[in-house]
């Protein structure tokens, strides 16, 4: 049995984790850096211990120091949440080696699936259809023009270890192409210590649609359900609901059955997310699979009843599934905003001090956050604030709700996405469900 977690992360997923393991009789411990010290998740944890100094290289990414951390607490589990190490199989590796459960998937299957290349020839294997694209890494210019060519444009040029929308590049055409090609190169090794680079056809008027998988360590894979994460700015998620609106019934099961056949492919061990580009010829293509917790897992839990953090820590633990596919209830519809301390207009962060936070409530409304008044929004670290979600009988009900809710919310000190979020709800393109994931470049609301 797993008795107490270190949580290698911070901000409202930590907070998120926090509260399943006390409603699970788990202690938990706090790792944050000294711009954390005040922090909601260092206050909630049964135990806190200081990793370093504000950049994450120094404190969240330093694994000698959380290792430390785990020694003096005796923790034996951590839960990396998103981001950060979540994705890092040396880390998770390392926790193996050192006895401590590490709440994800292998670290044989977090490397298969971080790498995009290996990933698309993984899934291939199992007969799930990719975006047509280079069979492996471009290295130079002059070839990836010639691969750009025989796709044809409008391509996407991709970091093979990428994520977060960095590394990529849309290139319209060839007189673009090797500008685009070296700087995505250059972010790449930037970003992740690695320039491959690989290039995939670019479809304009695509969704980007998602589904949760769930495994455990003895061979049993479900899925619950889709979410539709298509309102984005620069590759980065805005908005995401469950199920996706929309989607013809056949698909929507193709789709189940992709990700569940992909999962089982990599004999995948923990709550993932296999992403699809759904394209307006109603065919879709495997993108990526996230081998971690995502941000709106959140849309999934509300459609489901179904606590996510829960069945990944008990997968950790070794236990099988409490659910048969047949049993997974879907009912309803749910949205998720992302509150961010940005520009409302120009999304950029805008960090500093919370002198105010009212935060709605009611039938079918959640909020996941972790900031108070008298909070101070660092600049060192991504710009959530938080997340509000709501839950309605159908996907009217759900933006009623939404408008609602966002009516109620009151933050002052800092700027945020809600105006945004707002205009949004009242947006009739997204009423309607015409949604894409260059919504916002076609229809800025």
């Not at 193996?96 to 790498?115: C, T």
């Not at 933050?411 to 919504?439: C, Q, W, Y």
Request: glycine share 8%.
């Amino acid at each position: 049995m797993i008795h107490k977690v270190l949580i290698a992360n911070r901000g409202e997923i930590a907070v998120r984790i926090i509260r399943t393991c006390r409603e699970m009789g788990i202690k938990t411990v706090s790792v944050y850096s000294t711009a954390d010290r005040d922090a909601m998740h260092v206050r909630m944890a049964d135990q806190a211990v200081c990793i370093g100094p504000p950049p994450g290289a120094d404190s969240y990414l330093n694994v000698p120091a959380i290792l430390s951390a785990i020694e003096i607490t005796d923790a034996d589990a951590v839960h990396p949440g998103y981001g950060f190490l979540a994705e890092n199989a040396p880390f998770a590796e390392i926790c193996a080696n050192y006895g401590v459960r590490f709440i994800g998937p292998s670290s044989e299957a977090i490397r298969l699936m971080g790498d995009k290349i290996e990933a698309r020839r993984a899934v291939q294997k199992v007969k799930v259809p990719v975006v047509p694209g280079s069979d492996g890494a471009v290295t130079e210019e002059e070839e990836g023009l010639r691969v750009a060519k025989e796709i044809g444009f409008p391509v996407i040029v991709k970091a093979a270890a990428g994520g977060g929308g960095r590394g990529m590049k849309i290139v319209h055409s060839p007189a673009s192409f090797i500008n685009a090609f070296l700087t995505a190169q250059s972010e790449a090794l930037s970003a992740f210590g690695v320039p491959d680079v690989y290039i995939e056809k670019y479809f304009d008027n695509a969704r980007h649609v998602e589904v949760q998988v769930m495994g455990d360590r003895h061979g049993n894979v479900i899925h619950l359900g889709d979410r539709d994460c298509s309102i984005q700015r620069r590759h980065q998620k805005l908005i995401e609901e469950s199920p996706a609106p929309a989607l013809p019934a056949r698909v929507r099961n193709r789709l189940w059955k992709a990700a569940v056949d992909a999962a089982v492919g990599v004999k995948y061990d923990s709550v993932g997310t296999v992403e699809f580009l759904y394209v307006p010829d109603g065919e879709f293509h495997f993108l990526e699979m996230n081998t971690r917790i995502q941000v709106e897992h959140t849309v999934t839990e509300m459609v489901t009843g179904i606590d996510i953090v829960r069945e990944q820590i008990r997968i950790a633990d070794g236990k099988k599934l409490r659910y048969d596919q047949k049993d997974v209830p879907l009912r309803g519809h749910a949205i998720e905003v992302r509150i961010n301390a940005e520009d409302p207009e120009t999304f950029l962060p805008f960090p500093g001090p919370i002198h105010t936070c009212i935060f709605p409530g009611g039938f079918g409304v959640r909020v996941d956050t972790a900031i108070y008044p008298g909070y101070v929004v660092p600049s060192t670290y991504d710009s959530l604030l938080g997340k509000l979600i709501v839950h309605g009988d159908d996907r009217n009900e759900a933006i009623m709700r939404m408008r609602r809710a966002l009516d109620e919310i009151r933050i002052e000190g800092v700027r945020t996405t809600v105006p945004f979020h707002k205009k949004m709800m009242v947006n009739s393109d997204f009423v309607e469900a015409r949604l894409s994931t260059n919504f916002l470049e076609k229809n800025i609301p």
